[in-house]
């Protein structure tokens, strides 16, 4: 059984820091790519960011860019999202998510349709 599991959610000042982890077990991902969608009360989900299974193809969203960072530990079926410089409107429930894949992509998917397994959520709130 595959599972993904967010953790490092919390409650932060603006300006603030917080690093997401996700772990997966029930498969190996190392060839799969990984992402973070986030969802706000009201709101639909919407990209954040995505890294293949080599790490060297990552992307962002515009909203995004220059203040979160992914990265990903194959060894431990671990996927990150480093957020720096936090803002109220970064406010949502924040999901990782994994595209199975049998070979090593050069493609960071950025569509909620492409992915096929979804952690829980982790609650991410940003006090103005």
């Known amino acids: 059984q595959v599972q993904l599991v967010e953790s490092g959610g919390g409650l932060v000042q603006a300006g603030g820091s917080l690093r997401l982890s996700c772990v997966g077990s029930?498969?190996?991902?190392?060839?799969?790519?990984m992402g973070w969608f986030r969802q706000a009360p009201g709101k639909e989900r919407e990209f954040v960011a995505s890294?293949?299974?080599?790490?060297?193809?990552?992307s962002y969203s515009d909203s995004v860019k220059g203040r979160f960072t992914i990265s990903r530990d194959n060894a431990k079926n671990t996927e990150f999202l480093q957020m720096n410089s936090l803002k109220p409107e970064d406010t949502a429930v924040y999901y990782c998510?994994?595209?199975?894949?049998?070979?090593?992509?050069?493609?960071?998917?950025?569509?909620?349709?492409?992915?096929?397994?979804w952690g829980q959520g982790t609650q991410v709130t940003v006090s103005a």
């Open positions: 029930g498969r190996t991902f190392s060839r799969d790519t």
């Open positions: 890294i293949t299974g080599t790490g060297l193809s990552k």
């Open positions: 998510a994994t595209k199975t894949a049998q070979s090593f992509g050069n493609y960071a998917y950025t569509a909620m349709a492409d992915y096929d397994y």
